[in-house]
């Protein structure tokens, strides 16, 4: 075996090559269009989307709310004198204002948002207190071998077991 010169490098044999993951093509430079272009777009919005945001949170701001019905309209005439046939037109009967309470959902999407949201609690047991992957795993495997009994049908010899 011939000795090696020092400074010959030696073969790599695994593990991560230089320029060896996936190349940026064409797909990669759309979507990143794509997102430079929205975030362009939406970030001048963002002092006044949470504004808005804070003032559902707070409450306290007038809402008014509206109540039309339907009406038919007839008896009309156009200027030639001819009839207008009826037709039916949504009239205002009733505005309502209030004042609106916070909004818990708003309050909770900005503490989410600002803060983190936390995290949420997984149920990890079955009904009776069993390990749930258990109960999942052995009804799946009961479900394989009664469908495969199914598919030998009679024909299965009885000594094996």
């Given at each position: 075996?011939?000795?090696?010169?020092?400074?010959?490098?030696?073969?790599?044999?695994g593990?991560?090559?230089?320029?060896?993951?996936?190349?940026a093509?064409?797909?990669?430079?759309?979507?990143?269009?794509?997102?430079?272009?929205?975030?362009?777009?939406?970030?001048?919005?963002?002092?006044?989307?949470?504004?808005?945001?804070?003032?559902?949170?707070?409450?306290?701001?007038?809402?008014?709310?509206?109540k039309?019905?339907?009406?038919?309209?007839?008896?009309?005439?156009?200027?030639?004198?001819?009839?207008?046939?009826?037709?039916?037109?949504?009239?205002?009967?009733?505005?309502?204002?209030?004042?609106?309470?916070?909004?818990?959902?708003a309050?909770?999407?900005?503490?989410?948002?600002?803060?983190?949201?936390?995290?949420?609690?997984?149920?990890?047991?079955?009904?009776?207190?069993?390990?749930?992957?258990?109960?999942?795993?052995?009804?799946?495997?009961?479900?394989?071998?009664?469908?495969?009994?199914?598919?030998?049908?009679?024909?299965?010899?009885?000594?094996?077991?």
């Amino acid at each position: 075996m011939a000795a090696r010169s020092p400074k010959a490098k030696p073969k790599k044999h695994g593990g991560a090559r230089a320029n060896s993951g996936p190349k940026a093509g064409l797909v990669r430079a759309v979507i990143s269009d794509v997102n430079a272009a929205c975030i362009a777009t939406i970030t001048p919005w963002l002092p006044g989307l949470l504004g808005n945001l804070k003032k559902l949170a707070d409450g306290g701001y007038e809402r008014e709310t509206r109540k039309f019905e339907r009406q038919v309209v007839e008896g009309l005439f156009d200027d030639e004198g001819q009839p207008i046939p009826p037709r039916i037109e949504l009239v205002l009967i009733e505005v309502k204002s209030e004042t609106a309470d916070a909004d818990r959902a708003a309050n909770q999407y900005l503490i989410d948002r600002l803060l983190g949201r936390p995290t949420e609690r997984k149920e990890l047991t079955g009904a009776d207190g069993s390990d749930l992957l258990a109960d999942t795993f052995n009804s799946a495997i009961e479900r394989i071998y009664s469908a495969a009994a199914k598919v030998k049908g009679d024909a299965a010899d009885p000594d094996v077991h």
